[in-house]
Nanobody, 124 residues
Framework: QVHLVESGGGLVQAGDSLRLSCAAS????????MGWFRQAPGKEREFVAA????????DYADSVKGRFTTSRENAKNTVYLQMNSLKPEDTAVYYC?????????????????WGQGTQVTVSS
């Protein structure tokens, strides 16, 4: 079982930046594909970003490409989501997710483990 805990959410103004963190309890964190998702009120959860086991490969939704960056520190069992140039439409609960995989690449797939989420609110 893997326990994921997100932090770093908050209320910001449009154009501001935030960095989300996700701490994992996994003993073999480097074996996990990690993803970020978000869910806005009244909408379905959507993919935001993913990062491969080593951190070499990343994948982003078109809506955040060029503004968001995901990274990881395997030695700290932590993955990050740096969010720049935030827009009101980025307002959502952000979740990190993990899936044990055998290859070092990203792909859009279902995830086994999920955090509780952290609220990000962007005011105009």
């Amino acid at each position: 079982q893997v326990h994921l805990v997100e932090s770093g959410g908050g209320l910001v103004q449009a154009g501001d930046s935030l960095r989300l963190s996700c701490a994992a309890s996994a003993r073999t964190f480097s074996g996990y594909l990690m993803g970020w998702f978000r869910q806005a009120p009244g909408k379905e959860r959507e993919f935001v970003a993913a990062i491969s086991r080593s951190g070499t490969f990343t994948d982003y939704a078109d809506s955040v490409k060029g503004r968001f960056t995901t990274s990881r520190e395997n030695a700290k069992n932590t993955v990050y989501l740096q969010m720049n140039s935030l827009k009101p439409e980025d307002t959502a609960v952000y979740y990190c997710a993990g899936k044990f995989v055998y290859d070092d690449r990203t792909y859009r797939t279902w995830y086994e483990y999920w955090g509780q989420g952290t609220q990000v609110t962007v005011s105009s």
